[in-house]
């Protein structure tokens, strides 16, 4: 678009401006509501001026955009949920994943530090499933001695982790309790 042409639909815009605030106080109801929508819709009207037909109706344009503007907005805001003092946002709870990134990061040091053959027991029930006695025959030993192993290695983890009992995996204690008392916070 021109210069010349953008000068003149500034002010055929302009010109509608009193017939427009007009139509949004019918619609909006107030005069704060439809300030806004009118400068909505002269922001619309201004951005897509190029699928503006020259020659046609552009009150009937302006009023075409404010109208599907009012009803988009209207239609946002009942899906919207009214929290003016925070309560439905304190209750959105996302738990913190760096926690877990540290957790792993301690989990396989410690893993690390295990003896050889405790962490290939452990790792080969634990983390791969197998049985007790497949991971006898990977390892080329009694199951008996598959079993011991892992136990072993549970132990030492659970000391080198500082853990004194299964209850102590997961997270925080803190941000559960936070995570329960959300709604969704399954």
Same mark, same amino acid.
């Given at each position: ?31 704060? @509501?439809?300030? *806004?929508?009118?400068?909505?819709? %002269?922001?619309?009207?201004?951005? +897509?001026?190029? $699928?503006?037909? #020259? ?57 690390? @530090?295990?003896? *050889?053959?405790?962490?290939?027991? %452990?790792?080969?029930?634990?983390? +791969?499933?197998? $049985?007790?006695? #497949? ?52």
């Amino acid at each position: 678009m021109n210069e010349k042409a953008r000068l003149s639909l500034k002010d055929l815009l302009l010109a509608e401006i009193p017939s427009l605030r007009v139509f949004a106080l019918s619609l909006a109801g107030s005069s704060d @509501r439809a300030d *806004d929508l009118v400068q909505d819709t %002269l922001m619309k009207a201004w951005s +897509s001026a190029s $699928s503006f037909t #020259e020659g046609t109706n552009m009150r009937a344009w302006l009023f075409t955009i404010m109208r599907n503007t009012f009803f988009s907005q209207y239609r946002k805001a009942r899906r919207e949920v009214q929290d003016v003092d925070g309560e439905a946002a304190a209750r959105l709870v996302a738990m913190p994943d760096q926690l877990a990134h540290l957790d792993l990061a301690d989990f396989r040091a410690c893993l690390e @530090r295990l003896p *050889d053959d405790q962490r290939e027991a %452990l790792v080969l029930i634990g983390a +791969s499933g197998f $049985s007790y006695e #497949e991971a006898a025959e990977i390892c080329g030993c009694a199951v008996g001695t598959i079993k011991s192993r892992v136990n072993r290695a549970r132990r030492r983890l659970m000391e080198l982790l500082a853990l004194s009992s299964v209850e102590d995996f997961g997270p925080d204690p803190a941000l559960s309790d936070r995570a329960a008392a959300a709604p969704f916070g399954d």
